[in-house]
């Protein structure tokens, strides 16, 4: 009867390979999803200028008081002003919040709108939200080295819930940002993805690596948060800022495990 009474590697191996968590020669990706949007093509930049914001504003004239009644407003300066109204829209375009300003008027009559809030974007907002957060730290075992038709555990190392409060210029945010959904590319083509972060005793995923060879695997943490933010005419509101993408790499070996029969 043959019993198989070894397990070798081409390589030499510790037979007690070890798990942990580890970033080494990683990057780290941060780009957003919008409301609205699937993210099918890929998150946007957080970086970028184009990266929408929650919030438009617009100066819109407001028509002139009845007569007799009515008269010119007073501006901030004491002067004859025009009355106009700072409206705000959310991304679908609905007004969520008007103000009535008293707006200066030139020499000739012509109204001197004040300079628009800046709006801080998208990926600004969550930039600040994730401020503490660094690179996803992959959590694999074994390590340093799998081995082929052995299980790799795998989950993700770091926080999984932040609290938020910030300031943006003349905005301020509040709020918890959580972790939603963590994913796994194999390197081989495959993905495996996790709702939980997982831990060392309780691995997020379990994957088999058929063949020998060094892959590199991606780990990708999508953050979600519920944010209230407020600014120059705008009460403090719920504001939904879409999904954040942080992402990190790592090389790792595989080596091919044979087993060794003898009589």
Same mark, same amino acid.
């Given at each position: 009867?043959?019993?198989?009474?070894?397990?070798?590697?081409?390589?030499?191996?510790?037979?007690?390979?070890? +798990?942990?968590?580890?970033?080494?020669?990683?990057?780290?990706?941060?780009? /957003? &999803?919008?409301? %609205?949007?699937?993210? $099918?093509?890929?998150?946007?930049?957080?970086?970028?200028? !184009?990266?929408?914001?929650?919030?438009?504003?617009?100066?819109?004239?407001?028509?002139?008081?009845?007569?007799?009644?009515?008269? !010119?407003?007073?501006?901030?300066?004491?002067? &004859?002003?025009?009355?106009?109204?700072?409206?705000?829209?959310?991304? $679908?375009?609905?007004?969520?919040?008007?103000?009535?300003?008293?707006? #200066?008027?030139?020499?000739?009559?012509?109204?001197?709108?004040?300079?628009?809030?800046?709006?801080?974007? &998208?990926? =600004? &907002?969550?930039?600040?939200?994730?401020?503490?957060?660094? *690179?996803?730290?992959?959590?694999?075992? @074994? *390590?340093?080295?799998?081995?082929?038709?052995?299980?790799?555990?795998?989950?993700?190392?770091? @926080?999984? =819930?932040?609290?938020?409060?910030?300031?943006?210029?003349?905005?301020?945010?509040? %709020?918890?940002?959580?972790?939603?959904?963590?994913?796994?590319?194999?390197?081989? %083509?495959?993905?495996?993805?996790?709702?939980?972060?997982?831990?060392?005793? !309780?691995?997020?995923?379990?994957?088999?690596?058929?063949?020998?060879?060094?892959?590199? /695997?991606?780990?990708?943490?999508?953050?979600? !948060?519920?944010?209230?933010?407020?600014?120059? +005419?705008?009460?403090?509101? #719920?504001?939904?800022? %879409?999904?954040?993408?942080? *992402?990190?790499? =790592?090389?790792?070996?595989?080596?091919?495990?044979?087993?060794?029969?003898? +009589?």
């Amino acid at each position: 009867m043959f019993v198989p009474t070894a397990i070798y590697a081409d390589d030499a191996i510790s037979p007690t390979p070890s +798990g942990g968590g580890g970033v080494t020669d990683s990057t780290l990706f941060v780009g /957003i &999803i919008a409301p %609205g949007q699937t993210g $099918s093509s890929g998150p946007v930049s957080a970086d970028s200028p !184009a990266a929408p914001r929650p919030y438009t504003y617009t100066w819109v004239p407001l028509p002139p008081p009845p007569v007799p009644t009515g008269a !010119a407003c007073v501006d901030p300066f004491g002067g &004859i002003g025009a009355w106009f109204a700072l409206v705000v829209r959310d991304l $679908s375009g609905a007004m969520v919040a008007t103000e009535p300003r008293c707006v #200066p008027l030139d020499p000739v009559g012509v109204p001197v709108l004040p300079e628009l809030p800046p709006v801080p974007t &998208i990926g =600004e &907002i969550w930039r600040v939200a994730l401020r503490d957060i660094t *690179r996803p730290a992959l959590g694999i075992n @074994p *390590r340093p080295t799998g081995l082929t038709g052995l299980e790799t555990w795998l989950w993700y190392e770091g @926080p999984s =819930e932040l609290g938020v409060s910030a300031s943006i210029g003349a905005f301020t945010v509040t %709020g918890t940002a959580h972790l939603r959904e963590v994913t796994f590319e194999m390197g081989d %083509g495959q993905t495996v993805t996790a709702t939980e972060p997982g831990s060392a005793a !309780a691995p997020a995923a379990r994957y088999v690596y058929e063949r020998k060879g060094t892959y590199e /695997i991606v780990i990708t943490a999508t953050w979600e !948060a519920e944010l209230v933010l407020s600014g120059p +005419g705008l009460p403090a509101r #719920p504001t939904p800022i %879409g999904s954040a993408v942080l *992402r990190s790499s =790592e090389s790792y070996p595989v080596q091919e495990v044979r087993g060794l029969l003898v +009589g």
